[in-house]
């Protein structure tokens, strides 16, 4: 009998994800492609993570380094400079999950230190091959397993548009489910990775078939705001991309996603009650 996982143990701090929540993204970089998550003093960094404690968001994500196509990787140390201030602040201050968005074992365990409690790879431990020991040894820390082909600074230049992009993304997860299993760490978040190495017809072909993904029995994260599968589709900007990311967050919803990775908590909040409203009056 299949039976469905439904909390992450975040270093003594249960996350319920019976029913979805927000991870609210803060960019402390100052090359992110949407310029409104980015930030740059402590000051500011209370004033954003209290805002977004206040919409919903049961995760904070701090990012220290760009993921956008054609992004240069930075030293780890220089990561680590970027993100670790902000992270004993948010911890000092706030009784909230901090997730550590980074490929960087090095940052990782300087994220852990500081306060993080989850941590999000986009690289699903492909860049960095210390990553996953290195989660391994960390007590009561969540996982989050993103697909992404390349790394950021090619991703996009050779896309296979031939490929079954879900058939190769289930493969991907079944080999790398098991390698975190055996090295000990079970909570595990899935990723399809919206906009990492895929073309916007993938995109889409991914999100439409997302339910295919369930039957992996581990909470799925969308992470599609103000992308441009979005923006591109629409021909607007990000800053004009709230509405369009509003709908996929919802279709997201529907197929069966638990976190919403957004930048904006309070309409991805008000999404998941009204997807939730229509899912009880049946």
């Known amino acids: 009998m299949r039976v469905e996982r439904t909390t992450l143990n975040c270093r003594g701090k249960l996350l319920d994800l019976a029913q979805p929540v927000v991870m609210g993204i803060i960019n402390v970089t100052p090359d992110s492609f949407y310029k409104a998550s980015r930030i740059s003093n402590l000051d500011s960094v209370c ?10 968001a049961a995760i904070i994500d701090i990012g220290g380094a760009s993921s956008r196509p054609g992004a240069e990787t930075i030293s780890p140390q220089e990561e680590i400079d970027r993100v670790t ?5 948010i911890h000092a201050e706030f009784d909230v999950i901090i997730s550590i968005d980074t490929f960087q074992s090095k940052v990782v365990k300087s994220a852990y230190d ?7 790879d986009i690289s699903a431990g492909e860049i960095d091959k210390e990553m996953i020991p290195t989660v ?22 050779n896309i296979d548009s031939n490929t079954d992009i879900v058939i190769d993304i289930i493969d991907f997860f079944i080999k790398k489910i098991g390698a975190l299993e055996n090295n000990g760490i079970y909570d595990i978040v899935l990723d399809l990775g919206f906009g990492f190495g895929k073309s916007i017809q993938q995109n ?9 993904f369930n039957f992996l029995n581990r909470p799925i994260l969308t992470g599609v705001s103000r992308k441009s599968m979005i923006y591109k589709t629409l021909n607007i900007s990000p800053e004009e991309s709230l509405i369009g990311t509003a709908v996929l967050q919802y279709e997201s919803l529907k197929q069966g996603a638990k976190i919403l990775r957004t930048h904006d ?10 997807f939730n409203a229509i899912e009880q009056s049946y």
Do not use: C, W
């Open 136 to 157: 391994s040894t960390l007590y009561q820390t969540p996982y989050i397993l993103m697909h992404m082909k390349g790394e950021p600074q090619n991703m996009q230049k």
């Open 47 to 56: 004033h954003r993570v209290s805002e977004m404690i206040r919409d919903g």
């Open 114 to 120: 500081a306060g993080a409690s989850v941590i999000n």
């Open 265 to 274: 908590v309070k309409e991805a909040t008000q999404t998941i009650k009204l």
């Open 85 to 89: 201030p902000f992270i004993e602040k």
């Open 204 to 212: 889409y072909q991914l999100l439409h078939e997302m339910s295919n």
